[in-house]
């Protein structure tokens, strides 16, 4: 399960990094900034048999912004992905049966979500070192939900695993501050609003909220 994981990673970042480079004539290819980052979302499920909810899940991404226009500001289009998870120790409540009672299980979950986004930015820039950009657009989303119960008396838990996909759209706003021409640091907040709807394991997920990040910039 990891290895494909990380083979998911890679084949994605790489195709939202190279959708952009290779959209546009090679002389524009100064106009372009990439960024690297990482940062914390929340999600949330609506499962009742889910005590405890995962939240503030990890995030890394990668995303690339091609601007036009010469001046202060800039417009274009940008892509990127989005990568979530989380593996953490959840309790689960489970019916032991005619009786009326319940159980509590402690539970292993994994996340794990894939989030491509394709929108347009809007970009201020009112020096060489200072790049402040808003962007919106539709994103699709991945999502994969494992949880691996511990040894219990109910018969009611075992192991489940889902597979999600859905829609949605996001917006965002971030700032690069650069340190030499090509190298600099950025800094991100991002909402989105997308559902995941995992019927045989952890019910409806609701992928939206803030999402902060912090970051590398490349500019070419």
Known sequence: ???????????????????????????????????????????????????????????????????????????????????????????????????????????????FIIDYFFGGHIGFEPASWFHLSVGAGPLLICGMWESEPEESSSDELADESDVEFGAGLYAR?????FLTK??????????TKTTLSFKDSAGKSDIEGWQYYLGLALRF
């Open 1 to 111: 399960m990891n290895e494909k994981i990380w083979m998911i990673l890679i084949f994605c970042t790489a195709i939202s990094l190279l959708s952009v480079s290779n959209a546009m004539p090679q002389e524009a290819k100064e106009n372009m900034v990439c960024h690297a980052f990482y940062g914390k979302m929340n999600v949330s499920t609506t499962d009742p048999d889910i005590e405890s909810s995962s939240d503030d899940i990890r995030i890394v991404g990668a995303d690339a912004q091609k601007s036009f226009g010469g001046g202060i500001f800039k417009y274009g289009f940008e892509t990127g992905a989005i990568f979530s998870w989380d593996s953490d120790v959840q309790y689960f409540r489970a019916s032991s049966g005619e009786n009326g009672g319940t159980a509590s299980v402690s539970v292993d979950v994994e996340w």
């Open 173 to 177: 706003a971030s700032v690069d501050i």
């Open 182 to 191: 090509t190298f600099g640091i950025n800094a991100g907040v991002r909402r």
